[in-house]
Structures are given as structure tokens and as C-alpha cells.
């Protein structure tokens, strides 16, 4: 496998402005185990947290700098017992919180407690409208209990968010998801098609739709977002493996996110630290604003110089600026290629072939839950970190 080479940095590019977004992955402890949990694989091998702290420090530090969102995620954020804490102090400072929750330990005791600590908006998981589906996808009994935590987010005040991630075991239910989220009172509905990274990946044969799924679940979408007018917003992902177009790399690398992994790593974007020969910085010996601007890590990816052919011609450069680089890693083992999704792309054949395999039903490898003991083996190169059995690559 190839390691990616250094890059120049792109000294032409303008500054960027400040980290709109913080994302405080608080921990990466969670009592569900799914499938497409985008934490990274070797997960166990990084269990140790900030603590409140830290965080504070670097809610403060992001706060000066310009970040406005605040969102707090996991694993689960609720397993945090300082999270009012760490809620209360955002406020303070003035950011727009988002819990994003799969709802485990989010009690009535607790979501006041939130509320008061001043938490604006909390997103809430559904894995699927029907308790089967939804308690095998996470590999645990939370249907119901994700039922009355929705009630509860309605009797605190918050905009009912949901969200799920829709993929081929639940893709054909997505009429019933939609009528399950009007059902519980929710103003915003994310059908998140499935993104490739992480878990997903390991589970890419099992989770890709056929392009006959997506378009029945595109079309439901549609009669829906006619009949409900603006009772409820419906935003459907657009997958990209079926349609050639690549997306811009978390809105454009080091442009608007800073993540803040549960050891301290700040990141561009969640999963941008399985990238090899990148140094990431960590919060505990780097402020926030030397992060941003002057890191390696965050300047990478930054701007167009760094682009080969066919990226560095295309006219299309500066709207998706290459794509996604852990796409390109995770398919063609190189970061500074173009997303293998793109039509241009020389490695698109591998995706093209990936979408053969869904619409042929061929499944290589059993699924995989998300679990430490699983992380711990795939970590030590036990278990191929590729879902194709021709790219099979060992720690």
C-alpha cells in the first residue's frame, strides 16, 4: 500500500476564515454497535478522553477564533457525566449547540438538566421504522426507548430532529421512516445515505443499495416532501457511488470543521486520521487557532496545489476540490488522488465494480458490528481493513 507523499502547501491560496463548525466527539464509548458507525475502526486503540477541562479550553479557544456550531457527538456523548458541564459553558460563550444523540441515557432527568444547562437542539438516530431492522442494525433493544426519548425531545422544547442512515437493508422501509418521523411530531427528517468510510466500508457488500432501490426511495421521498408541504423538512443525501459526481471534502478541507476527536486529535473531518504521513496536532499541546492555520495536517488539502491529473485540469476543481481524500485512500490507497466516485478518476472502475457486486446480490464478507473486541483485532491487521477480497491489506 502507498504511503501519501508529501504535498506543497498552496501558498497562493487565500487564509482561511475561522472554524465555523466545532464537532466535540466527546468519547468514543457507546452502547450500540452499528454497522455504519463512522468512528474509525481502531477506535479502541484511542480511548483516552479530555477531560472537562480540556474541553472547556478548547471551547473558548475555538469561541475566539470564530466557531458559532457546536455540535457534540460520540460514540455516545450522553456516557460523558460532565456533558451539562461542558453544555453550560458553550452557552456561556455563545454557540449554537447540537446534541447528536442515539438517545440511550437521555431520560427525563437528564434532558432537563440539559435544557437548563442551555443545550439549543438535540438530532436524534433511528436505525429503521421497524424494531427488528432497528434493534439488528445497532445490535441492541433501543426501538422503544428510542420512541419515548423522541416524546421527551418534544417536551423539552427542542426541534424534533431525526436522523437515518439508509442503506440496503432498510432502504425499501424509507415510506415508513418517513411516516414514523411525521408520526412523532419531527420537523426535520436526514435520509443519510450511506457514506463509505469506516464500518461502512468493512460493510460496503452488505449495505450498498441497487440503483433500482435509490430510485424507488427517491421517488417516495418526493410524493412525501409534496404532501407534507412545510410541515416537515426531508433532506435525502445524495449517494455518490451510483451517480459519478464527488462531493467537496467536508465542505472543503480545513474550510469550515474542526474536529476534536476523544484523545484530543484535532481533524479536518471525522475519518481523515487514517491518512498516512499526516501529523494531526492534539489539543493538549496546540491551541486551536495555531491548529487551524498552521498545522500540516489541516493545510494538505487546502486550496488546488496539491491536485494531480486528471483533478488539476478539470473545470470542475474549484466546486468539489477533488472530492473525498479518505474516499481516495480507502479505494486506491492514496489520499492525493482523484475520489475514485468521480467519472474522471482512474480508479473509478473499482467503484463501478462495487455497484456491480450490490446489483448482483454478492455479498464476501459476514457484517460486522462495531464493537471493541472487533476494533482491537482489526486494529492489529487480523481482519482485512477492505470489504473487497481483492484489496485485502494487513496493520
Not at 262 to 278: F, I, K, N, V
Request: proline residues 5%; glycine residues 8%.
Amino acid at each position: 500500500m502507498s504511503q501519501t507523499a508529501a504535498a506543497p502547501m498552496d501558498s497562493s491560496a487565500p487564509r482561511p476564515g475561522p472554524p465555523l463548525w466545532l464537532l466535540a466527539e466527546v468519547t468514543h464509548r457507546c452502547p450500540l454497535h452499528c454497522v455504519f458507525c463512522f468512528n474509525p475502526v481502531d477506535y479502541a486503540r484511542h480511548e483516552d478522553e479530555l477531560t472537562t477541562d480540556d474541553w472547556v479550553r478548547v471551547l473558548r479557544q475555538g469561541r475566539e477564533l470564530g466557531a458559532v456550531q457546536l455540535g457534540l457527538s460520540g460514540g455516545e456523548p450522553l456516557l460523558r457525566d460532565d456533558l451539562e458541564a461542558i453544555v453550560a459553558e458553550a452557552h456561556r460563550l455563545g454557540y449554537y449547540s447540537n446534541l447528536l444523540t442515539s438517545g440511550v441515557g437521555l431520560t427525563a432527568a437528564r434532558a432537563a438538566s440539559l435544557k437548563a444547562a442551555g443545550l439549543d437542539h438535540v438530532q436524534l438516530s433511528f436505525q429503521d421504522s421497524t424494531r427488528e431492522l432497528n434493534d439488528f442494525l445497532s445490535h441492541t433493544k433501543t426501538f422503544e426507548l428510542k420512541q419515548r426519548v423522541a416524546r421527551e425531545i418534544k417536551a423539552q422544547g427542542w426541534p424534533m430532529v431525526m436522523n437515518v442512515v439508509i442503506h440496503r437493508l432498510n432502504i425499501d422501509h424509507i415510506d415508513r421512516i418517513i411516516g414514523m418521523a411525521v408520526e412523532l411530531g419531527a420537523e426535520y427528517l436526514e435520509l443519510a445515505n450511506t457514506q463509505y468510510y469506516s464500518w461502512a466500508f468493512l460493510n460496503r457488500d452488505q449495505l450498498l443499495p441497487t440503483r433500482e432501490q435509490l430510485v424507488r426511495a427517491e421517488a417516495v421521498t418526493a410524493r412525501w416532501r409534496d404532501q407534507l408541504g412545510d410541515r416537515m423538512r426531508l433532506f435525502f443525501v445524495a449517494p455518490d457511488y451510483h451517480d459519478g459526481t464527488v462531493k467537496r471534502c467536508a465542505n472543503g478541507w480545513g474550510s469550515t470543521m474542526m474536529v476534536v476527536a476523544p484523545d484530543g486529535t484535532a481533524l479536518p473531518c471525522h475519518t481523515a486520521r487514517m491518512l498516512p504521513g499526516l501529523a494531526f496536532p492534539n489539543v493538549r499541546e496546540a491551541g486551536v487557532r495555531e491548529i487551524w492555520f498552521d498545522s500540516e495536517g489541516f493545510n494538505r488539502y487546502r486550496g488546488t496545489a496539491w491536485m494531480k491529473e486528471p483533478c488539476a485540469s478539470c473545470d470542475q476543481r474549484e466546486k468539489d476540490l477533488g472530492g473525498c481524500r479518505c474516499q481516495a485512500y480507502l479505494i486506491a490507497h492514496d489520499a492525493a488522488v482523484a475520489d475514485p466516485v468521480c467519472r474522471k478518476s482512474p480508479h473509478h472502475g473499482e467503484v463501478v465494480a462495487a455497484v456491480e457486486r450490490a446489483e448482483a446480490g454478492v455479498r464476501e464478507q459476514p457484517i460486522q458490528f462495531r464493537d471493541r473486541a472487533s476494533s482491537l483485532r482489526l486494529s492489529a491487521g487480523v481482519v482485512a481493513l477492505s470489504p473487497s477480497p481483492n484489496s485485502i491489506t494487513t496493520g
